[in-house]
């Protein structure tokens, strides 16, 4: 018994460090991408966690997101676009359009819940992007009716990560939260003087 939970162990192990691998193999565009994800997966997590629990809710007015809905729309997003781009999405995340996004944006508040949904999301993004060919970027897929080719459809997941960061700045702003690597800066300066 201890044998096979060594080797179920080692299994897991040696998957996790595949996928890390291929990942860190992405060359040129794939790697400029991915490290692109990551600055942005950086400060949306940053953000997400000064957020307190009790500010999750809130909301400018009633006719647009709340920051915990923001949170999961880039969760939601992050698989719905790479399912456009033609990648199979992970077992247990059913998306059958657009649509579905409500349904993800309002099933939870609790910011552990929410957190994890993210971390997956953006993982499974570094990881789909990594294990694509630079051929599979030339082509042609179908994005809210428009043709366009994978490597444009990436760019606009790209684009669609730092619309929703400048939103969440702009709601933490105007809840009193100081995004984190705002607040590092101005200790740091203050600390100078």
Known sequence: MKGLFHTIAICVLLGATATAVRADDAKGFRADLIGQVEYAQKQILALENAIPDGKMA???????????????????????VLKFAGVALPEGITIAGPEDATKWEKASRDKKVIHEQLVKSFDFVKSSIGGMSDASLENMVEFFGQKMTVRSVLLGLLSHMHEHLGQSIAYARMEGVVPPW?????????SKK
Do not use: G
Not at 63 to 77: D, K, L
Not at 182 to 190: L, P, Y
């Open 58 to 80: 809130w909301r400018p007015n009633k006719e647009v997101r709340s920051i915990s809905e923001v949170y999961s729309h880039i969760a939601f997003s992050n698989y719905l």
């Open 182 to 190: 705002t607040a590092a800066q101005n200790a740091a300066e203050k």
